[in-house]
């Protein structure tokens, strides 16, 4: 526009240069020529300027096209190609605990679980995204991964690749969540304890290798979920090494949210169903018995174990989970439910063990901030200066985990089936209340006490004889500061 605008006032003034000689001097024909010539050299040069604006801004354009983005914000950091459709991204997620258990022998903790500062995540993330299509996640673990089996300090937490062809088919391999539970589904950063239930920490799988076809149906409203994998015991990380069973896990899940984007009061209305199916057997040879150990709560002992040594994994695993969960302004609800059956075998002894655990899990935003499944967004950050207070939530849970009574046969004399009644609990129940304060979207202090109650797990003697007592109670107060972004 610059350019044209400049050609036509040089045709003007032009116009006037030539409007006065000929007025004057209209016999002069050499200066009307000279005239002329000039304005044809203006207009040349102008011509020559235009054509080097227009160069200059495709050429502009072509390196806008080729020059990769640089993004820094609360999601993290990262590169992403001029055209989006390549990218990575770095983020992480940083929780330091400090858990204080009630004291009953001067120890600094109740004999079975000892109270002090501990990191319980140390996650660095590279993500992002090849060919506009092709996901990929690699995270390790540098804190303290407690699982229903072991307690590691480092390890492969996520490394997997997420083929994105259409909404509602894609399909993921690598290490990675089964499309299994609810609560699991959640971010380590996004969920509303310190811990999570017995429903994900104890029954259905953490994380395992395989391969899954997922996707959203119906507009978004239905997901769904089939995948393969090696298979781990209940609440179980596997490592990334190659499996040595023959046999494999099988999961499908369906998960609806059939009035989502409505007005209707049942917008944040979600429930589905899931399940997994595998044979597994344990190992005499190698000690392996394919069997997993509950924690309790608080995520440092078992309240329950299988008797080392002799009970092995001996046949078909099942595991079914209905869930669901509502969030409606402020408030948010989350409820879960899982059973897993499974065949043991002590010497001559065999019998399907079915185990169960259930929660339910309400929140509330004293702050005004909408609940939802994923994190909070504080309406006002927190400021020392005055700004704001950041966003206050109020949570609850109560949770149960329930041992088949056909683990604990015994005779007059010594037990004689699954597990010792006198070392290990049939039930865990417990109850939570908390504070969740969020500084800013990255930033989160949470308040936690928890308190729960056996049956069985204890023994007390009199005289001569040794009777089953339940195990003290396990309370305890936890804090965590937490980094995300």
């Known amino acids: 526009m610059q350019f044209k605008f400049t050609k036509f006032a040089t045709a003007l003034i032009a116009s006037g240069i030539i409007s006065l000689p000929l007025a004057a001097h209209a016999n002069d024909s050499s200066e009307l020529e000279e005239l002329r010539a000039l304005v044809q050299q203006l207009d040349q040069k102008v011509k020559i300027l235009a054509r080097q604006g227009e160069i200059s801004a495709e050429e502009t354009a072509a390196v806008k096209k080729t020059t990769p983005v640089v993004k820094a914000s609360e999601n993290g950091f990262g590169l992403e190609s001029a055209d989006g459709k390549n990218s990575i991204k770095l983020k992480g997620l940083l929780q330091i605990d400090n858990r204080n258990f009630s004291d009953v022998n001067g120890l600094g903790g109740d004999g079975k679980n000892i109270s002090g500062f501990d990191f319980r995540r140390i996650r660095p993330t590279i993500e992002g995204t090849v060919f506009g299509k092709y996901d990929f996640r690699?995270?390790?673990?540098?804190?303290?991964?407690?699982?229903?089996?072991?307690?590691?300090?480092?390890?492969?937490?996520?490394?997997?690749?997420?083929?994105r062809f259409q909404p509602s088919f894609k399909v993921r391999a690598g290490k990675f969540k089964p499309f299994v539970g609810l609560e699991r589904l959640q971010s380590g950063s996004d969920i509303k304890f310190i811990e999570r239930s017995y429903v994900s920490n104890n029954i259905l799988p953490n994380r395992d290798l395989g391969a899954a076809i997922h996707g959203d149906v119906l507009e978004g409203k239905l997901n769904y979920s089939v995948g393969i994998y090696n298979g781990v015991v209940d609440g179980g990380d596997i490592t990334t090494v190659q499996d040595t069973n023959v046999d494999k896990e099988y999961a499908a899940r369906l998960f609806t949210t059939p009035f989502k984007d409505s007005d209707s009061v049942l917008a944040g209305l979600g429930f589905g169903l899931a399940a997994t199916h595998g044979n597994f057997k344990g190992s005499i040879a190698t000690g392996a018995s394919g069997l997993p150990a509950y924690k309790t709560a608080g995520q440092q002992s078992s309240f329950f174990a299988y008797t080392t040594g002799s009970v092995?994994?001996?046949?078909?695993?099942?595991?079914?989970?209905?869930?669901?969960?509502?969030?409606?302004?402020?408030?948010?609800?989350?409820?879960?439910?899982?059973?897993?059956?499974?065949?043991?075998t002590n010497g001559t002894i065999s019998d399907k063990l079915e185990n169960d655990a259930w929660q339910i899990a309400v929140s509330y935003l004293l702050t005004g901030e909408d609940a939802?499944?994923?994190?909070?967004?504080?309406?006002?950050?927190?400021?020392?200066?005055?700004?704001?207070?950041?966003?206050?939530?109020?949570?609850?849970?109560?949770?149960?985990?329930?041992?088949?009574?056909?683990?604990?046969?015994?005779?007059?004399?010594?037990?004689?089936?699954?597990?010792?009644?006198?070392?290990?609990?049939?039930?865990?129940?417990?109850?939570?209340?908390?504070?969740?304060?969020?500084?800013?979207?990255?930033?989160?202090?949470?308040?936690?006490?928890?308190?729960?109650?056996?049956?069985?797990?204890?023994?007390?003697?009199?005289?001569?004889?040794?009777?089953?007592?339940?195990?003290?109670?396990?309370?305890?107060?936890?804090?965590?500061?937490?980094?995300?972004?």
């Open 312 to 344: 092995f994994a001996n046949g078909v695993r099942e595991r079914i989970s209905p869930q669901a969960y509502y969030y409606y302004g402020p408030f948010g609800v989350i409820t879960e439910y899982a059973r897993v059956s499974q065949d043991v």
């Open 138 to 163: 690699f995270t390790p673990e540098f804190g303290e991964a407690k699982t229903a089996s072991a307690t590691s300090t480092s390890g492969i937490v996520d490394a997997y690749i997420d083929a």
């Open 372 to 485: 939802s499944f994923k994190g909070v967004k504080p309406i006002q950050v927190f400021n020392t200066d005055g700004g704001g207070w950041g966003a206050w939530e109020l949570v609850a849970r109560y949770q149960e985990n329930n041992i088949d009574s056909k683990a604990f046969q015994t005779s007059s004399l010594a037990p004689t089936g699954y597990a010792d009644p006198r070392v290990n609990a049939s039930s865990a129940k417990s109850w939570a209340t908390g504070v969740n304060w969020y500084l800013n979207q990255n930033v989160k202090v949470v308040l936690n006490y928890e308190q729960t109650s056996f049956k069985g797990g204890g023994s007390s003697t009199s005289g001569l004889f040794t009777s089953i007592a339940d195990r003290p109670d396990e309370k305890a107060l936890f804090t965590r500061l937490q980094l995300s972004y």
